[in-house]
């Protein structure tokens, strides 16, 4: 699956609260997300339209990471 161009961050962040991601502060435009599923994770999403492609993989990167699932399979339950 191929990572989606036109993103913004406001809706990964809506993407991500199926895995219990809520708002917990913004510094400038940086919007911070903190998740107690699998143990506590922070996560910080530029509130950027779109994000960039390599800052949007890594994202994706870490938060696959925390919940212990590949980036394709996480890319999928996200994006489908």
């Known amino acids: 699956m191929r990572i989606p ?3 913004s961050g406001e809706q990964l962040a809506s993407l991500l609260r ?5 708002f917990s502060k ?6 911070r997300y903190t998740t107690q ?5 922070h996560l910080t999403i ?6 960039r492609i390599g800052t949007l993989n890594n994202i ?3 938060v696959a990471s925390h919940l212990e699932k590949t980036k394709e399979n996480l890319m999928m339950e996200l994006f489908k």
């Open 26 to 31: 913004q510094t400038g435009s940086h919007m």
């Open 18 to 22: 199926k895995y219990g991601y809520e």
């Open 46 to 51: 530029p509130k950027h339209d779109p994000l």
């Open 60 to 62: 994706l990167n870490d």
């Open 5 to 7: 161009r036109d993103l």
């Open 37 to 41: 599923v699998n143990g506590e994770h």
